[in-house]
């Protein structure tokens, strides 16, 4: 099964969903991620935290949705829309969901602040994921509906 994390930059929050999902996942299970008006780059900060987490960040670049590699069986939408941003609409036959999450590189403020948002970022996303590859999926495969609800349920998580 393949999550495509999607955004509008592909620098920030796509990317941490991306890399931390694939750090997390068990086998069998892939991420991406792509904005559909990728910043070309990754944020450095982003790159920063993943690496003190311990995640890899090898490969990891922001990438247009136009060449993905694969199909994605599901695609998540990290915008946060509460914040007046658009979030791409994904076409095809793939299950949506919207975990909205404020884009930490429009933060400003002390290194500190800024610092804190990306971090912010991360932990929600983190959260997510877990509970996320805590779902039953083998049995949620087979059951699109309950697993978009539990999908769009685990989008309200902090």
Known sequence: MNVLFLCTGNSCRSILGEATFNHLAPPGWKALSAGSHPAGQVHPRSLALLNREGISTEGYHSKSWDNLPVTPDI??????????????????????????????????????????????????????????????????????????MELDHIGTLS
């Open 75 to 148: 695609v998540v939408t990290v915008c946060a829309s509460a914040a007046g941003e658009t979030c791409p609409a994904y076409l095809g036959p793939v299950l949506r969901t919207h975990w909205g999450v404020d884009d930490p590189a429009h933060v400003t403020g002390s290194e500190a602040m800024i610092d804190a948002a990306f971090m912010q970022a991360y932990r929600v996303l983190r959260n997510r994921i877990e509970a996320f590859l805590a779902l039953p999926l083998a049995e949620l495969q087979n059951d699109r509906a309950r697993l978009k």
